[in-house]
């Protein structure tokens, strides 16, 4: 599990509201959102993981910091994590104008020209692929 070493965000953090426009690394910003506040992932500071390494979750998150941009996004938005480290962490972070504070901003930032129900998929914490329902009714 990541730990709380640091309280604001690296100069890259994708949470900032100056961040590069759609740089989310590999990732898109439906999945990225989603798996970094909707099912509220212990998200690592990105600049401390070598994403190359296909095993970073067990072999690099346990020693590197929360990311600080994530932990404030979760309080400007008033978002409480369930995880009791997590929301240790959120709340040990102060809430900071630099930093998205809505869902709406990040996605206004991340995809211009999105279609519209991007930030509602995003918002739900499973994918359309996930939903096994809707393969066996199928």
Same mark, same amino acid.
Request: glycine content about 6%; hydrophobic content about 30%.
């Given at each position: 599990?990541?730990?709380?070493? @640091?309280?604001?965000?690296? *100069? $890259?953090?994708?949470?900032?509201?100056?961040?590069? !426009?759609?740089?989310?690394?590999?990732?898109? !910003?439906?999945?990225?959102?989603?798996?970094?506040?909707?099912? $509220?992932?212990?998200?690592?500071?990105?600049?401390?993981?070598?994403?190359?390494?296909?095993?970073?979750?067990?072999?690099?998150? !346990?020693?590197?910091?929360?990311?600080?941009?994530?932990?404030?996004?979760? @309080?400007?938005?008033?978002?409480?994590?369930?995880?009791?480290?997590?929301?240790?962490?959120? @709340?040990?972070?102060?809430?900071?104008?630099?930093?998205?504070?809505?869902?709406?901003?990040?996605?206004?930032?991340?995809?211009?020209?999105?279609?519209?129900?991007?930030? *509602?998929?995003?918002?739900?914490?499973?994918?359309?692929?996930?939903?096994?329902?809707?393969?066996?009714?199928?």
């Amino acid at each position: 599990m990541p730990k709380l070493g @640091r309280k604001t965000p690296c *100069q $890259e953090c994708p949470w900032l509201r100056k961040s590069a !426009p759609g740089y989310l690394g590999d990732d898109n !910003p439906e999945h990225f959102f989603r798996a970094s506040v909707t099912r $509220e992932s212990l998200m690592p500071c990105h600049m401390q993981i070598d994403y190359s390494d296909p095993d970073w979750a067990n072999t690099q998150l !346990p020693g590197v910091d929360f990311c600080a941009g994530n932990l404030i996004f979760y @309080r400007n938005w008033l978002k409480q994590p369930r995880n009791p480290d997590l929301y240790a962490a959120t @709340r040990a972070v102060n809430p900071s104008q630099h930093v998205f504070l809505t869902p709406e901003e990040f996605f206004e930032h991340h995809a211009p020209g999105r279609d519209p129900g991007m930030m *509602q998929r995003a918002l739900w914490p499973y994918a359309p692929e996930d939903d096994v329902y809707d393969r066996e009714a199928g």
